[in-house]
């Protein structure tokens, strides 16, 4: 049995769910609704179930959790987020994409989404944040080109004070 990384859904009374990664956006409205707790969690493959799934255990009375698993970071899902925690994480995640772009000079946006991964972040957001500091670099006198479709290279422009 090979261990899997998951989203773990804890109802309470020791009724829990695994589903995959990928599906943590669609369980944030969902965990505050019904005041559940989200944790990154390993578990065995056949634990993981799809949202389908997800919903009908939700609902199920007689539904048995799986007991092997562990968890691997608590409460992944943050709740009502103040304004300034939000604006804390987003300057965060746009000094780490500069950071990132200054040091390697080429980048995809697949790898800036698996930088990120674990941080709850849409890609419409990623890509935010991405254009913003694209935005940043061209003030400060660099020039980032889209190579191909999600490849973008940093260059240097000279710029001439007459």
């Known amino acids: 049995m090979k261990n899997q990384i998951c989203i773990m859904i804890d109802c309470g009374n020791n009724k829990y769910m695994f589903t995959n990664k990928k599906n943590l956006q669609f369980l944030i409205e969902f965990a505050n609704k019904f005041t559940l707790k989200i944790h990154y969690a390993k578990t065995a493959q056949e634990n993981i179930v799809s949202m389908e799934k997800v919903a009908k255990y939700f609902c199920d009375q007689n539904y048995i959790s799986p007991v092997e698993y562990k968890i691997i ?90």
């Open 73 to 162: 970071k608590k409460d992944v899902c943050l709740k009502n987020d103040s304004r300034q925690n939000i604006t804390k994480k987003a300057k965060q995640i746009r000094e780490k994409i500069f950071k990132i772009l200054l040091k390697k000079k080429k980048i995809t946006f697949k790898q800036i989404q698996e930088r990120f991964e674990s941080e709850n972040i849409s890609t419409s957001a990623l890509s935010n944040h991405f254009t913003h500091v694209r935005h940043q670099l061209s003030v400060k006198g660099y020039k980032v080109i889209k190579i191909k479709n999600g490849v973008y290279e940093l260059q240097s422009v000279s710029r001439n004070k007459s």
